[in-house]
């Protein structure tokens, strides 16, 4: 029989049956060895499962991916795919407490565009703004740093949600985005991923935990990535949170796709296939130097290239 696989945990897959049955199975040994080569079977995957004679399940066929969510995986190499067949990356920043980093969510949004998949930001933790306004560590540049990113990314395209779970402001619009097909929520570890699933659907109990004391960032609470059916429709992943994070799975050339303000600029390009790094005349660099492309964007862009052209 078909089914989804919903979570991964020591060798042993969660699939929910298309008849709505839960089964644990296990994966027949030409898989394994597959798995091992890091082809993995992931969350989101479509299976075809097989109930032997003793009651156990093996997961006897993987059906090919519709999308993926691929990075790169440590030191470079390789892709960690995270979820497979979502329709929608959900990238989960804090306002503060971790602040957002710029860097890491330009790489995270280009991780949608390489993916192909429709891409949304959120702002959680917005009860903390009035917080940083009045005091705190570096008040002025957290402000400082969520309103002009906010501005930024809403300037490129990105819809952009502004959430907590503790005042619930914005959690009807995640909802509302969330019911839609499969989304797979990624970002920072202590954004508060799972404590807005929680908030948004009831009961769900998954694990959050507190920032660490000493150094403010999340403490990776959430270990495998799991696929959640909402009440309302749609499914959702909640994924462990990193903090460092590549692209993978994009040619060098395709990668001024994933910088949608890139492509008014691209047609001042002198030439075919500029690469926007070194040749002359080149549109992109000089809206950079008008101050019309974000210079810290235009560097993500720089890094990536580098990455991709070095694998
Ligand atoms: N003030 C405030 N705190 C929040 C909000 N959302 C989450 N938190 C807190 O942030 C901390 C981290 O939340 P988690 O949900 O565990 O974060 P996560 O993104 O799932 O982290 P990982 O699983 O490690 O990737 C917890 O102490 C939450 O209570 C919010 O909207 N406002
Ligand atoms: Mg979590
Ligand atoms: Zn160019």
């Not at 199975?25 to 080569?37: D, V």
């Not at 799991?226 to 992943?237: E, K, M, Q, S, T």
């Amino acid at each position: 029989m078909k089914g989804t696989v919903h979570e991964s945990s020591g060798g042993v897959y969660r699939v929910l049956t298309d008849s709505g049955d839960w089964l644990d199975a296990s994966l027949r040994g030409r898989l394994k060895r597959q798995a091992r080569t890091g082809d993995r079977v992931v969350i989101g995957d479509r299976v075809e499962v097989a109930l032997d004679p003793d009651g156990s399940a093996t997961v006897e066929v993987v059906y090919p991916r519709i999308s993926e969510v691929a990075r790169r995986g440590p030191g470079g190499r390789g892709a960690k795919v995270v979820a497979a067949n979502v329709d929608r990356l959900v990238v989960v920043a804090a306002v503060a407490r971790p602040a957002p980093g710029q860097a890491l969510l330009d790489r995270l949004l280009a991780i949608g565009a390489a993916n192909h998949l429709e891409t949304v930001l959120v702002f959680n933790k917005i009860d903390l703004v009035p917080e940083i306004a009045a005091a705190g560590d570096a008040p002025h540049e957290a402000r400082a740093s969520f309103h002009r990113l906010a501005r930024l990314y809403r300037s490129i395209g990105y819809p952009v949600l502004e959430t907590s779970a503790v005042s619930g402001r914005g959690l009807d619009s995640l909802r509302d985005f969330l019911s839609r097909g499969s989304s797979a929520l990624i970002g920072p570890s202590g954004a508060g991923k799972s404590t807005l699933l929680n908030a948004v659907q009831p009961g769900l109990n998954l694990r959050t935990g507190e920032l660490s004391h000493r150094k403010g960032r999340g403490r990776q609470t959430t270990v495998n990535a799991r696929l959640i059916p909402l009440d309302g429709g749609g499914l959702v992943a909640d994924t462990p949170g990193f903090s460092d994070v590549g692209v993978w799975g994009v040619e060098p050339r395709e990668l001024e796709h994933c910088f949608p303000e890139f492509a008014v600029h691209r047609e001042g390009c002198r030439f075919r296939g500029c690469s926007h790094l070194h040749e002359p005349d080149c549109g992109v660099r000089e809206a950079l130097e008008r101050g019309e492309v974000d210079p810290v964007r235009y560097e993500g862009y720089r890094g990536l290239m580098e990455e991709a052209v070095g694998s």
